[in-house]
């Protein structure tokens, strides 16, 4: 023993010194594209990982160390459908492994319900704070105020030509990030929208208007689409008696079944629009399991509701109240099994996947729901580990165009999750957190 000390102190005295911030020492790395794993020590300097080396070859020297012996190292993981009410939201987002967000907009004063966000102007400032280092928080690429035609005051109207220009300038104004779109949008009107999003360089997402095909929505240039809505309700299956037994399970009346057949002769359509536009899907598939869990106690009562706003506490109640009283309890059930089976289709399809946990509507805990979200692509949908934290990590920030995130790699910023299980032999060990690491500091060590 005596022996193997000398000659370990020769070997790190013959060491150049190796400068850093920190060194994760003897981790396993998980290479989130291929699945494969490898032993490895990891040096980060100046928010970036200056170094990958084979385990016990970093001289610790001044550098601080943390023993990620019999762990896993992953990138930091992304939700990628929120709606932030409270500054308390950030740090649940780094507590849950969520380095990055995109909030997905509103424009309310005070917390509501939880399906909508704080007005961009507040969410700027915090988005400032967290770049310069005076706040921690999560990544975050904001959408602003809704464009709508549902009449909603906290989003922008876009009847006409001159209200889509107003939306426009005053999102501008607000350094949004992208345009987020809600529903009761003439096509007329979609069009400008696409014209104008082009125009300034701004990607435009979100939900889709009734009763426009979603391939003719796709054509136009929206990059995501978010939940499961009657337009993309249909392509959950390409056989025709599997989809006849839904109608049928449903209780379609022949009045049902022509409104929505142009749905459902674009059903493929819509497979191949995604494709050819590389466009991307948010399943959102946490809230709306949410809509079947009124009486999910353990959820209800979750511990950490206790830090939200009382007014985004009485919202999920009154959402809870309104499922107990729906009696369309079959359809709801129906819609989840479609949501499954869209997604593991639209996976074996190679159609850019999104997790997004629509935090904090209908119940939903910020930075905890994206584990949920994941869980249930994997449990429910039939999607490998692998390929679920894909949807949390390499796919966002494709989705983004950030080159130098999500992965575990030299050059890369060093926005990073430590984990004391194995994802990929269970998913649920993505709560198994024992560090989170947000440019290059740790902000959260068990």
Not at 64 to 93: K, N
């Amino acid at each position: 023993m005596k022996i193997l000390l000398f000659l370990s102190l020769v070997f790190f005295s013959c060491q150049p010194e190796i400068k850093g911030d920190l060194i994760i020492a003897n981790t396993n790395i998980i290479d989130l594209e291929t699945g494969e794993i490898s032993k490895r020590d990891v040096l980060i300097r100046d928010s970036v990982i200056a170094l990958i080396s084979e385990e016990n070859t970093i001289p610790p020297y001044k550098n601080e160390v943390m023993d990620g012996s019999g762990c896993y190292l992953i990138p930091g993981l992304w939700d990628m459908h929120v709606h932030i009410q409270d500054s308390t939201y950030l740090s649940m987002f780094l507590d849950h492994g969520v380095t990055g967000v995109r909030d997905m907009g509103g424009c309310v004063q005070v917390p509501t319900g939880g399906c909508e966000s704080l007005c961009p102007s507040l969410l700027n400032r915090w988005k400032s704070a967290i770049i310069e280092g005076k706040m921690n928080g999560p990544t975050m690429y904001i959408a602003g105020t809704q464009l709508s035609g549902t009449g909603w005051p906290t989003s922008f109207p876009v009847s006409t030509n001159a209200e889509i220009a107003h939306a426009f300038r005053r999102n501008m104004e607000d350094r949004v990030d992208f345009i987020k779109v809600y529903e009761n949008i003439s096509w007329e009107s979609y069009k400008e929208i696409a014209r104008l999003a082009h125009l300034h360089h701004l990607d435009f997402v979100g939900h889709v208007s009734e009763p426009f095909l979603l391939s003719d929505i796709l054509e136009l240039g929206q990059k995501s689409i978010e939940h499961i809505r009657e337009p993309i309700l249909y392509s959950f299956t390409k056989d025709s008696n599997e989809l006849k037994n839904f109608m049928i399970a449903d209780h379609y009346t022949p009045e049902d079944r022509e409104f929505v057949k142009h749905w459902i002769d674009d059903a493929e359509n819509v497979i191949e629009s995604f494709k050819r536009n590389e466009a991307w899907f948010t399943p959102t598939m946490a809230v709306q399991y949410a809509r079947q869990r009124y009486n999910d106690e353990p959820w209800l009562n979750h511990p950490l509701r206790h830090t939200f706003p009382k007014s985004v506490i009485d919202g999920l109640y009154s959402h809870i109240d309104a499922m107990k009283a729906n009696d369309d309890k079959t359809g709801n059930a129906l819609w989840w099994m479609a949501l499954r089976k869209l997604v593991k289709r639209f996976s074996e399809e190679k159609i850019g996947m999104l997790a997004g946990s629509d935090t904090a509507c209908e119940g939903g805990i910020p930075g905890y729901s994206l584990h949920e979200e994941l869980f249930l692509m994997v449990e429910e949908a039939a999607l490998s580990p692998l390929e679920a934290l894909q949807t949390a990590t390499i796919n966002p920030c494709s989705y983004f165009g950030l080159e130098k995130k999500g992965k575990v790699d030299e050059g890369y910023y060093a926005d990073l999750v430590l984990l004391k299980e194995n994802p990929l032999e269970h998913i649920r060990n993505t709560l198994s957190i024992k560090a989170v690491i947000k440019n290059g500091k740790i902000v959260r060590l068990n």
